[in-house]
């Protein structure tokens, strides 16, 4: 993973106790366009190559979601993680964590270091896995060490995993396989994404790498949501 317009202040919530419950329901992102082509609702996938963020204007200038890079591999934790993922909630953007697959590591323990430095409360999109490139030596079968690390997240959060990838990639290693999962598609230049067989439609949709957006010092990718508001919340990590 490597048009924005103003938006009507959304009211925040200090998310603890009641607060998450009140962000579950009633947290609705005021009229978000990212631009004349979709309506959909609006959000940007970040790591450290982005800098230092503003999240507050980032949320003021209509952006509902961001997903932070958290893991790649087996041991690296993105050195912005811990403060990107606490400031984008705290101004109020629904927010989720991403882990960069190695198909070079053992997919068991790749699970097992997204769980030990992510921790998703309830209000927090489901965990992310970015699969795009194969890395060799393959470790073991890959569908198969894929598979456990999807389960193991499933297991651990409650949410299945939202796959992010692309068409050609996945078209010529992962095909027919994981449709269960959500899908966040990678395709920029066309109007509509290329979808794998496997599955109906997008859930997510990152359409540039070249967004740029007041609060971010960089260019940022951006992504559209398939669905509102209310299929939006429906995703989200639930309150125990």
Do not use: C
């Not at 070079?104 to 790749?110: C, I, K, L």
């Not at 890395?135 to 997240?153: A, C, I, M, N, S």
């Not at 996945?170 to 899908?183: I, R, S, T, V, Y």
């Amino acid at each position: 993973m490597t048009p924005s317009t103003s938006l009507n202040t959304v009211f925040r919530h200090v998310l603890s106790g009641i607060a998450i419950a009140a962000l579950l329901v009633a947290f609705d992102p005021l009229d978000v366009r990212a631009d004349d082509r979709n309506p959909s609702l609006h959000g940007i996938d970040t790591s450290h190559h982005n800098g230092d963020i503003d999240w507050q204007k980032v949320q003021n200038n209509g952006i509902a979601f961001t997903f932070v890079k958290a893991t790649d591999g087996l041991d690296y934790l993105d050195p912005t993680f811990t403060d990107h993922f606490a400031a984008a909630r705290k101004a109020g953007l629904l927010r989720g964590a991403y882990h960069f697959y190695e198909t070079n590591d053992d997919g068991a323990g790749q699970a097992d270091w997204f769980i030990k430095n992510v921790t998703l409360e309830p209000g927090d999109l489901p965990p992310v896995v970015d699969i795009e490139r194969i890395k060799p030596p393959v470790k073991g079968d890959l569908h198969q060490q894929f598979e456990t690390f999807l389960t193991r997240l499933e297991t651990h959060y409650g949410r299945r995993p939202i796959i992010y990838t692309g068409p050609t990639f996945w078209e010529h290693a992962m095909k027919d396989h994981f449709p269960g999962n959500q899908l966040w598609i990678a395709e920029y230049g066309v109007d509509q994404p290329t979808i794998p067989v496997e599955w109906a439609s997008w859930s997510f949709w990152q359409y540039t790498e070249e967004l740029s957006v007041p609060g971010v010092p960089t260019k940022v990718d951006g992504t559209y949501f398939n669905g509102d508001h209310a299929h939006l919340r429906a995703m989200l990590i639930p309150a125990k």
